[in-house]
Each structure stands twice: as structure tokens, then as C-alpha cells.
């Protein structure tokens, strides 16, 4: 068995990425700092000619900017927070008789990765068609005879026939991995994989996926609570208030009480966002779990895949005034009781004749609602495997 190991690649890229958030941030303090330049010769020229006036007007500026300075601020830190330990965890190509495995091992609040390319599934290693990885990196695409299932780490993505590719690459009509890695790596692979294809040991049997798989709907939707939510009323907050202590107006005292109580609002509500939940698959059927929190049940509710008819992917159509189409949602058609528990606010349950999104069947649909829409993908190709 050999291994590729990718780990000090990784996390070499973390470095990098704080580098580029910084500069970022610098940019937007010098941004911060030529608007208030600008704004000073006005508020001389059109404000009572006081010092104290002028000073107390640049003075309200600079809070306001820095406000969302810090606000922009906190919403990268946030962001970076939750990735780093996928780039600090041990990952890279595992090859043994049977096949390849891409994986990431578990590391801090990032859940292990791993995706499993048997030798017999697997057509070729070739090169994408638009070279744009970053300096030092390259790509590479695996071409794949069959479809595959598990969560491949974050430098692999997963296209299913007729998916839309990467920018810059043709559509097909066969499974195929891109694989970002760095040059040295990619350049090797084709020859590492084509002796160990050689060696491969037909009897070798690849890993059972009937003992299921996790999926979590829980990531971005913590990430949409703090920043959409959380932080701007907390934000909100602390101007009001501090400009209601400054002032003593109480008018501002008023309008303060609105984000004090979003604030404890996003509070109540914030374990609901945090609670373990999603979807898990295995050889009995699917289920959607979210545990048990402070101020709410949990819910379970199992389908077990003889009552299940279809899986299907639906796409929304565009919300009104949106330039995009919204995420795609999963439909699973089956017959079977009504869930007994309220389920979460990504998962519905549809009876037969109710209308969803633009259509109506004549079954019941448990309509699932990922932040990912790879995650459907990868949700499809795993049950057609265990059904």
C-alpha cells in the first residue's frame, strides 16, 4: 500500500489564505480611512466653522465605518474558523489492491472525508481541460466507469453525468473527480496509478457502503445564523446603545429595545442551528435526525427504502427579483406514515396532492433542502447503490 500525503500542502495554503484576509482587511481600512480624508474639507466647508462640531461629525463617521469594517471583519474570521482544521487535518491518496481512496481524516469540528475509486470503476487519470489552479498547484480528473459514493475531501469534487463541470470544462456523460493538487503530485499520479492497476488484486473487494453514511445539514446553516442574523443585531446593539448613553435621547432608547431582542431571539433560537442533524443512508432505508437541544425535541423520522418509489432532484424555479436560481431541493416519493415529531426547517413532508415548488404528485414527498447542492448528488448516487 502506498500514500500520497498532502498534508503539509494543505496546510501551507492556510498560511495563504490568512495572507490574503489580511490584505483584504487592509484594504478596507485604507478604504475607511480615504473616505474620512474626503469627508473632512466638507464638514469644514458646510458645518458650523467649531471645532467641537467638525470633530464630533468626523467622529460619528469613523464609528460608522468602523462598524462595518468590524463587521466585515468577524464574518471572515468566522468563515476562516470554521475551515481551518480541513486544512490542518491529515489527508492525501491512499492505493492499495483494490483501489484508491481520497481522504481527510477527522481534525478539531471538521468531520473525516473520505471517497473510494475501486480499480475496476476507475477508466483513466487525465488532465482538465483549463489549467487555473493556483500557483504551485495543478489539476487533475479522474474518469470514472461507475459511480462512486462518500464525501470527498475539499480539494476533490465529485461530477455526475450531465452535472454542470467546472468553469471551462465540457459537460459528459460519465462520473469524473477534479482533483486540485500540487504539481509534483499531479504530475506523478498517472504513473503511480497505472502500476498499481497493474498489481491489483481482482479478488480484492471494496469497502461495504451498507453500513450508511452521514450526511450533516448542519455546517452553513451555523454560519448563516451568525452573519445573517446573531452579529448584525448584536452590532445593532452596541450603536444604539452607546449612541443612547452619549445622547441621553429617548428616542434612541426606544429604538435600541428592537436589536436587543433579535439578540436574544438568535440566542433561543441558536440551538436549534447548532444541534447534530442531517440525513443518514444505510441497507434499511434513509432517516432525517436532528438531536435533542436545550429548548427543543428532537426529531427522527426513517423511511425505509421498500416504501420508497423515487428519489429525484428538483430544481427551483428563480424567487422573485433574484438573479439566480435558488438551491436545488431532493424528493423522496414513498408511502408510509406521516413523521409523528415536527421535523427541521430543511426537511418537509409533502401528502399526496399537496403542492411544492411548482409541481404536485400523487404520492406523499419528504422534501429535503440542502445548503450544497452536491450534496443531492452524492445523496442519489449512494441510495441507487443501497436500494
Known sequence: MQTLDLTSASRSSLPRALTAVLLLLLAC???????????????????APTPADVLGAVAAIVAVLLGVFAFGAVAILVALVIRAPAFLARQGIRFDAGGLTLYQEESGWARARSLYVPWSGLA????????????????????????????????????????????????????????????????????????????????AVPP????????????????????????????????????????????LAVLVVVPAAAVLVALAAGPRFWASQGVRLDARGLSVRR??????????????????H?????????????????????EVHATGPAPDTPLPRWARYLPAGAPGWGTVTDTPRLVLIPTEARVITEILLLADRLR
Open 29 to 47: 481600512a485604507a478604504g475607511c480611512a480615504g473616505l474620512v480624508a474626503y469627508a473632512r474639507p466638507l464638514l469644514d466647508e458646510h458645518l
Open 124 to 203: 483513466g487519470v487525465g488532465e482538465p481541460a483549463k489549467a487555473g489552479a493556483r500557483q504551485g498547484f495543478a489539476g487533475a480528473v479522474l474518469h470514472l466507469d461507475t459511480a462512486v459514493d462518500g464525501t470527498p475531501p475539499q480539494w476533490a469534487h465529485v461530477v455526475a453525468p450531465g452535472a454542470e463541470p467546472p468553469a471551462g470544462e465540457p459537460a459528459s456523460d460519465a462520473y469524473r473527480v477534479f482533483l486540485q493538487l500540487p504539481e509534483d503530485v499531479a504530475r506523478e499520479l498517472p504513473g503511480i496509478v497505472a502500476r498499481h492497476r497493474e498489481a491489483a488484486d481482482p479478488a
Open 208 to 251: 461495504p457502503g451498507a453500513d450508511g453514511r452521514w450526511f450533516s445539514f448542519r455546517g452553513m446553516r451555523i454560519l448563516t445564523w451568525a452573519i445573517a442574523w446573531f452579529v448584525p443585531a448584536l452590532f445593532l446593539t452596541g450603536l444604539l446603545g452607546w449612541s443612547w448613553y452619549d445622547t441621553g435621547d429617548p428616542f
Open 291 to 308: 438531536d435533542a437541544g436545550p429548548f427543543f425535541r428532537g426529531t427522527r423520522h426513517f423511511v425505509p427504502w421498500e416504501q420508497v
Open 310 to 330: 423515487a428519489l429525484t432532484r428538483h430544481e427551483r424555479p428563480h424567487g422573485a427579483g433574484r438573479g439566480r436560481a435558488l438551491p436545488p431541493v431532493l
